[in-house]
Nanobody
Framework: QVQLVESGGGLVQAGGSLRLSCAAS????????IGWFRQAPGKEREFVAR????????TYADSVKGRFTISRDNAKNTVYLQMNSLKPEDTAVYSC????????????????WGQGTQVTVSS
């Protein structure tokens, strides 16, 4: 089983950039697909992006496509989410999780959730 810890959140102005990190412990990380989700106050958790164990396959939500990039460095046991051209509607707590199977868009397909990192985008 993998344990995940997110970092890199903060306050940024609209149009700015942030890079989130999802650091993993556990020997299965290099063969684990990882997803990023976000949850804004009063809203349901929503899918942001997902990356395969090799990094060769990625999936994005339409709302972030072309602005966000997910990547991973298995030597460092870390998955990254580069977020550019940030908008106020990107404000949320961002969490990473390990993919277990099923639809990549559903949070119920994931486990081993990290504690999350807050991203706030001011207008």
């Amino acid at each position: 089983q993998v344990q995940l810890v997110e970092s890199g959140g903060g306050l940024v102005q609209a149009g700015g950039s942030l890079r989130l990190s999802c650091a993993a412990s556990g020997r299965t990380f290099s063969v684990t697909n990882i997803g990023w989700f976000r949850q804004a106050p009063g809203k349901e958790r929503e899918f942001v992006a997902r990356i395969s164990w090799s990094g060769g396959s990625t999936t994005y939500a339409d709302s972030v496509k072309g602005r966000f990039t997910i990547s991973r460095d298995n030597a460092k046991n870390t998955v990254y989410l580069q977020m550019n051209s940030l908008k106020p509607e990107d404000t949320a707590v961002y969490s990473c999780a390990s993919y277990d199977g099923g639809s990549v868009y559903r949070s119920t397909s994931y486990s081993s959730w990290g504690q999350g990192t807050q991203v706030t985008v001011s207008s």
